[in-house]
């Protein structure tokens, strides 16, 4: 493939990391990739590099193309290396709302090809030889109390029609009571990042390049060209697998709203798990052990940016797990977050009805794993001209056939919310000098508003207060030290570096004035 000069140069840029690294993070080891220097071409490029974009290049690269993935920051450091990581087709109380929604058909097609994406995890593991602690494992989705009950039969009932083999238990090797469960046996559960890694490996083995620290800042639709902070990538189709697209067009972030949640290691003694587990009950509680001896707790989802104090999730959690596996510790916290549609389904295909080679896959609701499995298999069909069983009930612009417009118009009204309130309530923002060392805030700051954030050390970093992607002003991430936008979900670091889109481009830097007095309060 020839090689030309970069049409552009600027500066390297820089990455934040994550405060809360994840178990997954922390217990795995990745080669370092180059950035991306040079306009090439290829045959297809991936943006995203977590379980979707990884998947589609392996599976394309695999078939003799030639692939180029790219990434802002490491490979499978974002929410894939986030998750509790479980490959399993039971996904809490799906199917009851799939078939209220769409009917039985769509609920079946979306447990076949969840249950295929399991089957295609073990076979890529297995072909390209990847450890990473995969294992067959039975999923539970159980009720607490007996109040539940109803909801647990009901959607045992819709699994069935869905053509699950699911079946009703009272037992379940959980350390407290539950009054039943809905139980499906081989589903597996595995080390996302140590999976990835090897489909990363592969890829490369096939010829294909991956690209770290290569943001992509912009496309080209008609061209199918991606443009990243130094150099672009011409290919023949594109595949946006960044979590949701970087680019507007295509409207899919007015049709998701955006959840975080948090997890646990912990050490527990003798409570290993053979099975995965999630209640119905709230707060939702997930549980699964891994091969190596931790018990993985997790739960208490909020919206983005509407908590003011995220740490309590994480106490909610210790505690909860104290009461339930005495002696137990904590050995890695983090937190992740994932967008669901009005509508219960993924959004996988092309990006809208006008753009043929564009592909696109979000919309995962937590369950990632395998729905990001299925947008690879769908979208590698797709770019060769194959036909797909699933490729029309995931259909990412169905919504231009006149579906999910209830769920686009609730989105729309929740982020013009967010837009008036927020800038109502900074008419009376405490001033910037008031903030405590650790504590963030959007204050004022020589008469104007902005998002500070005071160190241990007493220094302030003041950056705009309003989100680079659509204007909503963004809020304190108090457990990860983040600012989040609650409108559409974009995440930036203490200086104002992104760490998740669908925003682009960092906050502007808001220093204070030589003449204010930023001395903290005695």
Not at 35 to 50: M, T
Not at 275 to 297: A, F, H, K, W
Request: contains cysteine; hydrophobic residues 40%; proline residues 5%.
């Amino acid at each position: 493939m020839a090689r030309v000069e970069p049409f552009l140069m600027v500066p390297p840029a820089q990455f934040a990391t994550e405060r809360n690294p994840s178990l997954w993070l922390s217990t795995s080891q990745s080669p370092s990739y180059p950035s991306l220097e040079l306009d090439i071409q290829a045959d297809v490029v991936v943006v995203g590099s977590g379980i979707t974009g990884l998947s589609t290049a392996r599976l394309l690269s695999g078939q003799g193309l030639r692939v180029v993935v790219l990434d802002a920051r490491r490979v499978c450091s974002g929410v894939t290396a986030f998750t509790t990581a479980k490959l399993t087709a039971l996904h809490s109380t799906i199917y009851s709302d799939l078939i209220r929604i769409w009917g039985e058909e769509v609920a079946a097609v979306y447990a076949d090809a969840n249950q295929a994406a399991i089957g295609k995890v073990k076979e890529l593991a297995a072909a390209d030889g990847i450890e990473c602690d995969l294992r067959e494992a039975s999923a539970y989705t159980y009720a607490q109390s007996e109040e539940h009950i109803p909801e647990i039969e009901a959607e045992l009932n819709a699994a069935l029609k869905a053509g699950l083999q699911a079946s009703l238990t009272a037992d379940s090797e959980l350390p407290y009571e539950i009054a039943g469960a809905i139980r499906l046996d081989r589903q597996a559960q595995f080390h996302p990042r140590r999976y990835c890694l090897g489909l990363a490996e592969s890829i490369t083995k096939n010829e294909g390049l991956i690209f770290e620290r290569s943001p992509a800042l912009a496309l080209d639709a008609a061209n199918t060209t991606v443009t990243t902070d130094r150099a672009r990538v011409k290919a023949n189709a594109v595949v946006i697998a960044t979590q949701i697209p970087f680019v507007n067009r295509g409207g899919h972030f007015t049709r998701m709203t955006p959840s975080r949640s948090y997890a646990l290691a912990l050490r527990a003694p003798s409570q290993a798990m053979e099975g995965m587990y999630i209640s119905v009950d709230q707060p939702t509680r997930s549980l699964r052990s891994t091969g190596d001896g931790y018990l993985i707790v997790g739960g208490e989802g909020h919206p983005v940016g509407t908590d003011p104090d995220t740490t309590r999730r994480y106490r909610a959690l210790e505690q909860w797990s104290d009461e339930r596996f005495p002696g137990s510790t904590v050995e890695f916290k983090w937190s992740a977050q994932d967008y669901r549609s009005a509508d219960r389904l993924p959004f996988i295909g092309r990006l809208t009805s006008g753009t043929e080679r564009v592909f696109v896959a979000t919309g995962f609701a937590k369950w990632g794993m395998t729905n990001g499995t299925v947008a690879a298999m769908i979208i590698s069909d797709l770019i060769h001209g194959t036909s797909n069983p699933w490729a029309g009930t995931f259909d990412s612009t169905r919504f231009a056939l006149g579906q999910g417009g209830p769920g686009t118009v609730a989105g729309t009204f929740e982020a013009a919310k967010h837009f008036v309130v927020d800038r109502l309530k900074s008419l009376g923002r405490r001033p910037a000098t008031e903030l405590k060392p650790g504590e963030g805030d959007v204050v004022l700051l020589d008469g104007k508003t902005v998002a500070a954030f005071r160190a241990e050390d007493g220094q302030i970093h003041a950056i705009s207060a309003t989100c680079t992607h659509l204007a909503c002003q963004i809020s304190f991430n108090k457990a990860e030290r983040s600012w989040d936008c609650p409108c559409h979900g974009s995440r930036f670091d203490i200086e104002g570096r992104v760490l998740q889109g669908p925003a682009i481009k960092n906050l502007a830097s808001k220093e204070p004035g030589p003449a204010t007095d930023l001395a903290a309060d005695d």
